[in-house]
């Protein structure tokens, strides 16, 4: 026999079920840019954070930059209906910028109301990458239509398709997207010897928002950032991640200390990233792809140093789930919609 207290909790999600079944906090957003934070973190293991992976909402459509692991657990999180994506955007192919997409397309493919392949947008080896995860998926996809009718998941769209770009020459910008009012604009930066990385700029309506991707200061990047109302930049903090590494490497773990400390030299730190927001005129800034991970309130201070000196704007480290609002009237609002939930 069920307790109280079990038959409590089922009459409460019971009634509370078809209200969060049925939200769509896309739909209620005013009209303008908006971008959130899907995942702020990085490889190293992070029970806050998931790894990078930014969705940017203009005039109801998201388009999705990077798909790190847990990629669609949160979008699910945050409330952002997977069949809204209109394509993905990739940076560039670490692991943990593409680790979920395959889940990314499948929860896409699967959503109602989509009757198309997902694209997905890259720099030379993006057609490898796609072409690798739609094979691994296969199988999956045979099962799935066998299962629930191919009225409920067609066959001929479970598969994404890859569209390549040329990376722009240096201290150039190139548009690959316009749609709908929206213009996004690739740029290379630094992140050697990993090559090629781009970041992206998305204009819309008067506002805009440039994803920085993995890089150390980059002057390409204050060049395509200027102006821009929000920068999301990558940091790291050398200072605790040495601290990791020789904590790593005195434990034993020699390949691990060595690997750790081989990262300091391919991210920017915050004040790096504060100098760029400066110098590039941006109006506000938030630091993503935290390195190392943060357990502690108190060492958020440790890993800003003198960041909020060095750029006098908003600044921000991301969390998961995180909104900035930028209507065409101007101004920006934050929230979070994972805590809105």
């Known amino acids: 026999m069920a307790s109280l207290r079990s038959r409590i909790a089922l009459a409460l999600i019971k009634k509370k079920l078809p209200e969060i079944v049925a939200a ?19 490889p190293l293991p992070d029970e806050k954070r998931g790894n990078p992976c930014v969705a940017v909402i203009a005039g109801g459509k998201v388009y ?32 943990d910028h593409i680790g979920g997409l395959g889940s990314v397309n499948l929860q896409r493919w699967v959503a109602d109301g989509t009757d198309s392949k997902m ?18 998926y296969e199988l999956d996809c045979g099962y799935r239509t066998a299962h629930h009718g191919e009225d409920f998941v067609n ?89 990791v590494a020789n904590a790593s490497t005195e434990a034993g773990l020699t390949a ?33 792809h935290i390195v190392p991970p943060l357990p502690l309130k108190g060492l958020e201070e440790v890993f800003l140093a003198d960041a909020p000196e060095r750029f006098d704007g908003p600044l921000w480290l991301a969390a998961d789930g995180d909104l900035y609002s930028l209507p065409p009237e101007g101004g920006l609002k934050r929230s979070n919609l994972i805590r809105r939930r």
């Open 256 to 288: 691990r200390g060595s690997i750790l400390t081989d990262v300091t030299d391919y991210h920017a730190t915050a004040p790096q990233a504060a100098d760029a927001a400066r110098a590039a005129g941006a109006r506000a800034l938030a630091i993503t």
């Open 24 to 42: 769509d906090p896309v739909a209620e957003l005013e009209d303008g840019l908006h971008v959130a934070i899907v995942g702020s973190g990085s």
């Open 119 to 136: 694209k997905v947008l890259g720099p030379p080896g993006v057609e490898k990458v796609v072409a690798g995860f739609n094979e691994a």
């Open 64 to 95: 999705v930059v990077d798909t790190g692991e847990s990629s669609s657990e949160t979008l699910n999180r945050m409330g952002i209906d997977a069949g809204r994506i209109e394509l993905v955007l990739l940076t560039h192919f670490h692991s």
């Open 155 to 243: 066959p001929e769209t479970g598969a994404m398709v890859a569209e390549e770009f040329p990376v722009p020459a240096e201290g150039e910008t190139a548009v690959v997207l316009e749609d709908d009012g929206l213009v996004v604009t690739a740029f290379e930066v630094d992140h050697s010897p990993v090559a090629p990385v781009v970041g992206f700029r998305f204009d819309y309506k008067g506002r805009s928002a440039v994803i920085s991707a993995d890089t150390v200061y980059s002057e390409n990047l204050v060049k395509a950032a200027k102006g821009t109302d929000l920068l999301i930049h990558d940091a790291l903090s050398v200072e605790l991640l040495m601290m």
